[in-house]
């Protein structure tokens, strides 16, 4: 095996490692949120905060503080130290591993860069990487101090953004990592399916994206408690009031009932686009890999709407809804991977590694 295919081989399993770590952010992140554990540090020290509390003595400055927030006065007030513990921990969890992330994706990026492992023209790509994961750290805070003001509740526009940030990232990486990895060069032009599936498969990549900027608006905006029937929206598929705002397009941002119908058909939209896909691929390909990238499509399609019922019907179990949100963004990964298989048709090829690419 050539340097070339080495490096892109190490640079490839690096960014599935990145790329599986921040799975496991977003499904932290999640279970912060759901256990109302978001505004339990109301101090954003980069690096400092790394560093609990390690003594009765700074537990209790950290909890003073927290008794100054919204949060505590509105909805937490007499809480116990033993119970502001709790919610402590999982926000700090949270924070410290977005902290290991950016560790794990700079210490080996600056490595491949100075050895001049990194690919031809994904330098600038990996670059990008970085930039956006600063944002999103920024984001986070900014989200955080949207609660410490007044209303102890996070802006949910602010919670949809940092997801969906967090996202794109995801996404962004799962295709670069596919592009670094993917044996595309032994598929022979024979078992290549017809393009339309390809781009099938791109537009179900995006519609689940924005489905899951839907789903950032029902958590932050609480319209997954609005409604617990399926597949009813209380006596009727289309519920009472629906974008019944002025303007009516806001209706979509901020009344509970349209922002859960509107997470529900997108659900209903996904579920039969993906279900033909997934037929389409195994009908009209013979790559092993798409068909099995489509196998675990539906599998991950299928579970996605069983734990999105569960959720609703059981009142936003934390379990359930933890899982939703991991598998959602699982289905993104798959959709990403499949879309690529199917559209970019050029080889891999041992480009040469050069200190100079961008």
Same mark, same amino acid.
């Given at each position: 095996m050539s340097d070339a295919l080495v490096y892109r081989r190490q640079v490839g399993l690096?960014?599935?490692i990145c790329a599986a770590t921040i799975l496991a952010m977003i499904l932290l992140g999640g279970v912060t949120r759901l256990t109302n554990s978001g505004l339990s540090m109301v101090e954003w020290r980069p @690096?400092?905060?790394?560093?609990?509390?390690?003594?009765?003595?700074?537990?209790?400055?950290?909890f003073a503080k927290y008794k100054t927030s919204p949060e505590y006065q509105i909805v937490n007030a007499g809480m116990?130290?033993?119970e502001f513990k709790y919610i402590f921990m999982y926000e700090y969890?949270?924070?410290v591993l977005g902290r290991i992330i950016g560790i794990l994706f700079f210490v080996p990026?600056?490595?491949?860069?100075?050895k001049g492992r990194i690919p031809y023209g994904y330098r600038a790509k990996l670059a990008l990487l970085f930039v956006l994961g600063g944002c999103q750290g920024l984001l986070g805070w900014f989200m955080v101090k949207s609660g410490l003001v007044d209303d102890p509740r996070v802006s949910h526009y602010r919670l949809t953004a940092? @997801?969906?940030l967090a996202v794109l990232i995801f996404g962004f990486m799962v295709w670069l990592t596919s592009s670094l990895l993917d044996g595309r060069h032994q598929q022979s032009a024979a078992g290549r399916a017809p393009l339309w599936i390809g781009r099938l498969a791109a537009a179900l990549a995006i519609l689940i994206y924005l489905m899951i900027l839907s789903g950032g608006l029902v958590a932050g905006s609480r319209a997954g408690y609005a409604w617990s029937t399926w597949p009813l929206m209380g006596d009727s598929f289309i519920p009472p009031g629906l974008y019944a705002t002025t303007p009516a397009w806001l209706a979509a941002f901020e009344d509970i009932t349209t922002i859960q119908f509107n997470h529900r058909l997108f659900a209903y939209v996904i579920g039969l686009l993906g279900g033909a896909l997934a037929v389409a691929v195994y009908r009209l390909s013979h790559d092993r890999l798409a068909r099995s990238a489509a196998g675990l499509f539906a599998l991950l399609l299928a579970s996605q709407i069983t734990l999105g019922v569960i959720t609703i019907l059981y009142h936003v179990p934390i379990a359930a809804a933890a899982a939703h949100q991991v598998v959602g963004v699982s289905l993104?990964?798959?959709a990403i991977y499949l879309a690529r298989r199917l559209l970019v048709?050029?080889?891999?090829?041992?480009?040469t590694i050069s200190q100079t690419s961008t």
């Open positions: 690096w960014l599935a @690096l400092l905060g790394i560093i609990p509390p390690l003594n009765q003595e700074q537990w209790l400055d950290v116990s130290l033993s969890l949270h924070r990026y600056v490595y491949f860069l100075v940092h @997801l969906g993104f990964a798959s048709m050029e080889p891999h090829s041992a480009r």
